[in-house]
């Protein structure tokens, strides 16, 4: 257990950049498919699209905006955070202010765009790129810390959303988010003003981690890079999966939306006590311990909603998916730079982060088409339970094998 006053001096020392990671994930909030989802019907109403046809949109949205990150995402290695951020937020307002003005589909198809690209996208590749660069031995707690920006935007935020479209019209949400974009990240690039080298108390570098550091194009050829890019995308795909047609499921199932929007304070509880817990674990025990066992609780809670149809399962779901949710935001901010080192980060994260972006849109997308052809969501969510579970079983001789390079590379 980590040591209460050296946590604290970690915290002193680091609180600016810590807080700068935070407010980047809190941003992503506003292009993530929890917080877009919240006016599915609204947007479908007003556009007169289907479940499918709005899916499909979105999923065209998304994959373009996957498109572009790949293409962009190595900016993070070349210019400081401070630049990136003050391209990327102005981006993300207009995506928003786009969203409130969309009088037409293809505006309301670059509103998607811009909010997926600069949102989910750049806002959470910026700050997991930064903090692995900045950070070694003390990496998955800074990392656990900062993701509890996009658990507080999980937990405040739909809430806040509802209400204000109950109160104004749902375009009012998003002329709000705009101006939010705009003040949280001036602020964040006033906390980004300096860069930052790993600090002498964090150690030397990690051995653990390989010191010249892989390029983007080694990655693609090594074969162990895609059982685990199958793994962390996991999370990705099926929570949008799910959270995309939350109101169709409660709608099937008779449950009121007051149901669902209860059990979301369970699931960010249990999302932010296990990203702090899983952080410590990161830096203890090392992210290929973890990779094999964290997708086992999501599995098993979308096996339960599948299953039962009583309310108490959509609870059960929540518990679970935060549990595994909590420890792959810092296992995300820790397994690539400690498997395939720090120096061209930005580019091999791009390229994952653009497969998650991918995950993100496939699933609402191909559930949309799903529901349109008839296959229900109790089919869906068993047959994402049983992908966790593969998942899991695939990665467990990956990671032997990517330790038993490490070992033979230190020696």
């Known amino acids: 257990m980590t040591h209460p006053h050296k946590a604290a001096a970690f915290l002193r020392r680091e609180g ?34 289907t479940h499918g046809s709005y899916g499909a949109l979105y999923m065209a949205a998304t994959l373009l905006g996957a498109v572009a990150l790949t293409r962009t995402g190595h900016l993070v290695d070349r210019h400081p955070a401070r630049r990136v951020v ?104 006033a906390l980004f003003r300096t860069e930052r080298a790993p600090h002498p108390a964090a150690g030397s570098p990690d051995p653990a981690e390989p010191a010249a550091g892989w390029t983007r194009a080694e990655v693609l050829r090594d074969r162990c890079f895609y059982p685990l890019l199958l793994a962390t995308a996991a ?77 108490w399962s959509v609870f059960a779901f929540m518990a679970l998916y935060g549990v595994t949710n909590g420890l792959s935001l810092s296992l995300f901010g820790a397994v690539w730079p400690e498997v395939y080192g720090t120096r061209h980060l930005g580019a091999i994260r791009s390229v994952v982060v653009a497969v998650l972006v991918f995950a993100s849109a496939l699933g609402p997308g191909a559930g949309g088409l799903l529901l349109d052809a008839g296959v229900g969501q109790p089919v869906q969510l068993v047959a994402l339970g049983g992908y966790c579970l593969a998942a899991s079983a695939l ?7 990517l330790r038993a390079r490490a070992t033979a590379a230190a020696h």
Request: aromatic share 10%.
């Open 235 to 311: 999370p990705a795909l099926i929570g949008n999966t799910v959270f995309f047609h939350q109101a169709h499921l409660a709608g099937t199932r008779g449950w009121s939306l007051e149901v669902l929007a209860s059990a979301f304070p369970l699931y960010a509880v249990l999302t932010v006590l296990c990203s702090v817990a899983g952080g410590v674990l990161l830096d203890r025990f090392t992210a290929l311990v973890l990779l094999p066992v964290f997708l086992l609780p999501l599995g098993g809670g979308l096996l339960l909603l599948g299953t039962v149809t009583d309310p």
């Open 86 to 189: 003050l391209v990327s937020v102005p981006l993300l307002a207009l995506g928003a202010v786009a969203m409130a003005c969309s009088a037409d589909l293809l505006t309301l198809f670059g509103a998607l765009v811009l909010l997926r690209l600069f949102g989910q996208g750049m806002m959470t590749h910026t700050a997991f790129t930064v903090l692995g660069r900045w950070f070694t031995r003390q990496r998955g707690r800074a990392v656990s810390l900062a993701a509890l920006g996009l658990n507080a935007g999980e937990a405040a935020l739909p809430a806040l959303a509802v209400a204000l479209a109950g109160a104004a019209g749902w375009q009012s949400v998003w002329w709000a988010a705009g101006a939010v974009v705009i003040v949280v990240g001036a602020a964040v690039a």
């Open 16 to 49: 600016r950049r810590l807080l700068g990671g935070f407010l980047l994930f809190l941003l992503s909030s506003f292009g993530q498919t929890f917080f877009v989802s919240l006016f599915a019907d609204d947007v479908r109403g007003r556009h007169g699209l």
């Open 395 to 401: 990665v467990v001789p990956v990671t032997r094998r």
